[in-house]
C-alpha cells in the first residue's frame, strides 16, 4: 500500500488529522520548492540539459 508523504508525516508526529500536518507544513514545502526553482534557474544551460537527460536515462534504465 503506498500512502502519501503528508500521511508519512503525519504519522511519525502522531497528527491524528492529516489535515493539521497539512496546515503546519504544507508552507515549508512550498518554501522549499520555491528556492529550488530559484537555484535552479541560475545554472548554465547546458548543466540543466545535462540533469535533465542524466535524471531521464536513469529513470528508465
Known amino acids: 500500500m503506498d500512502i502519501s508523504i503528508e500521511e ?11 489535515q493539521t500536518t497539512m496546515n503546519i507544513y504544507a508552507h515549508v514545502t512550498e518554501k522549499t520548492k520555491e528556492a529550488a526553482i530559484q537555484k535552479f ?18 529513470t528508465f534504465n
Not at 508519512?8 to 492529516?18: F, G, N
Not at 534557474?41 to 536513469?58: R, V
Open 41 to 58: 534557474e541560475k545554472l548554465p544551460q547546458h548543466m540543466i540539459i545535462a540533469y535533465i537527460l542524466t535524471t531521464f536515462l536513469t
Open 8 to 18: 508519512e508525516v503525519q504519522d511519525r508526529i502522531v497528527h491524528t488529522d492529516v
